[in-house]
C-alpha cells in the first residue's frame, strides 16, 4: 500500500530522550512510503544518534545548533520548512510541540494541513478524529499537493528499535531566524502524580464527590494504583479541584488504559474526554446514569463506602 | 497596547451530542444549538479583562462563516467587545485559507494582539492561530494558561505535554487560549441590548484576494467503532478480580 514518495519526519525529544511520540510518528510515515527519513534539530548530538535504531528509517538527517536548545515553533519552523522542499510528505507528532510547530511550517510553504492522522488508509487518504472523536473523518489529499500532517500518538504503536540507519550532518538552511520569543524555562514534573495525560490510570471525581476534602479518598486510592486523578466539569465548577483537573472536551481528552469514574454522572463533553480509554469503570449511586452506557465495567454503589472497601483489599 | 484582534468561530454547542448525516457528508448543524467556540470564549474574555485593566483601548472580534454568525458576534459585543467584522463566507474552509482572510483583516486594523482559542471543539484542528502568526511574522503562544504584560512584549505561561513552559514574546503577538486562563463572565441582558447598537462589519471575502478552493477534500464523515457494551458488577472484590484478569493494575 506504501508509495515511494519522500517523507520526512520532525523528531521530538525531551531532555536528552528521543519520545516515544516520535517513534509512534515514524511508524505512520512507514505506512505511507519505504523512504523515510527523520529529521532531529537539537544541540546535543546524542538524540540524532539514538534515534538511528527507529526500524523503518532510512536516514537521520540532524543540525546541530544551539538555536535549538529549546523547542521553539518560530525558530525551528523556517529550517523545516527549507529541509521539507525536497519531501512530499512532512509528518510531526501530534503533541503541544507538534501542534504548535506544524502550522507554521504549512504556512511557510503555503500547505494546508492535517491534523492528527489516525489512520493511513492509502498514501494520499487518511482518518483523523473530530469532535473529540465523536466523529471521523476520512480525507483525500489532493493529486499532487504536498502532505504535511501531525500524527496522532494513541493510534499507532511504537516501531522497533533493531535498526542502524545513516546519520546525515546538515548545515544550517540560509533562512532568516527570529528572534521575536525568548524561551524563559520549564516548569515540570510539578505534581506528585503522573500527568493526566500520559498516565496508564486515571482516577476522576464528579459533582458526586461533594467537596474538596472528600476528594482526599480519591487521592489515596490514585497514589496505592500508581495513577492520576481528574475531575468532570461538574467538580470543577463547583470549586472542589482546580481546572487544569478537568477531562472532558473543553479539559483533557485522554487515553489511559484504566479509567475509574466516581461520582461522575456521564455529561457528553466528559465521555468526549475518555472514550479512547481501554477500560471505563464507573462507580455511581444512581443506576440510571448516562456514564453506565460507556462503561465496561458499572458498579452501583455508594463511592464513599466502595472506595474504603477497595483500598482495604489493595492493602 | 491599543487594539485587541479576537478571532472567534461559531461551532455546535459543547452540551449538544453531534448527530452524523445519514449520508456521511458531514455533521448536522440544522436546529442545533450553536456558541462560540468555548476555547475563544476564554480569548475574549481576556482580551476584555486586559482592556477593563487598562491594557488595551479596543476589542474587536472578527470572525470568517455564514450569516448565522451574526448571532455569536452580537453574544461577544454583550460580553464587551467594542465592534465585530464578519467575512461572510458559506462552506467549510480550510484552517489555511481561514489563517488568510484574517491576515487580511489583521493588515487592515494593525492590532497590537491577536487571541484565538487554542483550538475549535468541532474540527479539533489547532492551526489557524499558528498559521496566522507565521504569516504574519509575529511571536506566537499557544495553549497560554497565563498572561502579563511587561511593555512592549508579554510572559505567557504555556501547558505543554511537560509541564507548563514560559515565554517571552514580543508584540504584536497572537496567543491562543486553554482552558485555565479565566473564566469568562455570563452576559447580561442590559449589555444584550447595549450590543444590538454596536457596530458590524460584514466583509465579502471575494474582496480579499484569497483562493478558497479546498486542496483537501472530505471523503465522509463516520460513527467512531461502538464501544462493547459493559457489565454490571457489584462489590470492590468483583472489580478487583476483573481489573487483575485484564492485567490494569500497575504493580
Known sequence: MTDNSKVLVVGEYFRGQVISATSKTVNCASQISSDVDLLILANDPEIANQSRLFDGISKVLTIQDAIFENPLASVMAPVIAAIAKDYDCVLVPSTTFGKDLTPRISALLDVSQLTDIMEVLSPRKFKRPIYAGNAIETLEVNEGQKIIATVRPASFKDVGNSNDAALSLIDLPNVEIPSHTRYKGLESGIQERPDLQVASIVISGGRGVGSSENFDILYQLADKLGASVGASRAAVDAGYVPNDMQVGQTGKIIAPDLYMAFGISGAIQHIAGIKDAGTIVAVNKDPDAPIFEVADIGIVADLFEFIPDLLSQLD | ?251
Not at chain 2, 8 to 26: A, L, T
Not at chain 2, 74 to 81: S, V
Not at chain 2, 139 to 146: D, L, R, W
Not at chain 2, 178 to 201: F, G, H, Q, S, T
Request: glycine letters at 6%.
Open chain 2, 1 to 251: 497596547m491599543k487594539k485587541i484582534l479576537v478571532c472567534i468561530k461559531r461551532v455546535i454547542d459543547y452540551n449538544v451530542k453531534i448527530r452524523i448525516k445519514s449520508d456521511e457528508s458531514g455533521v448536522v448543524t440544522d436546529g442545533v444549538k450553536m456558541s462560540i467556540n468555548p476555547f475563544d470564549e476564554i480569548a475574549l474574555e481576556e482580551a476584555l479583562r486586559l482592556k477593563e485593566n487598562g491594557n488595551a483601548s479596543e476589542v474587536i472580534i472578527v470572525s470568517v462563516g455564514s450569516d448565522g454568525v451574526q448571532q455569536q458576534l452580537r453574544t461577544g459585543l454583550a460580553m464587551g467587545a467594542d465592534r465585530a467584522i464578519l467575512i461572510e463566507h458559506n462552506t467549510i474552509l480550510e484552517p489555511i485559507q481561514v489563517a488568510k482572510l484574517l491576515h487580511k483583516i489583521v493588515d487592515q486594523e494593525k492590532p497590537d494582539l491577536i487571541l484565538m482559542g487554542k483550538q475549535a471543539i468541532d474540527d479539533d484542528a489547532s492551526q489557524t492561530g499558528q498559521m496566522l502568526a507565521q504569516m504574519c511574522s509575529y511571536a506566537q503562544g499557544t495553549f497560554v494558561s497565563k498572561i502579563t504584560v511587561n511593555g512592549n512584549s508579554l510572559e505567557v505561561v504555556r501547558e505543554v505535554d511537560q509541564g507548563l513552559e514560559t515565554l517571552e514574546v514580543d508584540l504584536p503577538a497572537i496567543i491562543t487560549t486553554d482552558l485555565r486562563l479565566n473564566e469568562p463572565r455570563y452576559v447580561k441582558l442590559p449589555d444584550i441590548m447595549k450590543a444590538k447598537k454596536k457596530p458590524m462589519e460584514i466583509i465579502d471575502p471575494s474582496t480579499l484576494d484569497v483562493d478558497l478552493e479546498p486542496s483537501i477534500s472530505v471523503l465522509k464523515v463516520s460513527a467512531p467503532p461502538p464501544r462493547q457494551s459493559g457489565v454490571m458488577l457489584n462489590d470492590a472484590s468483583e472489580l478487583l478480580a476483573a481489573l487483575k484478569e485484564k492485567e490494569l493494575l500497575n504493580d
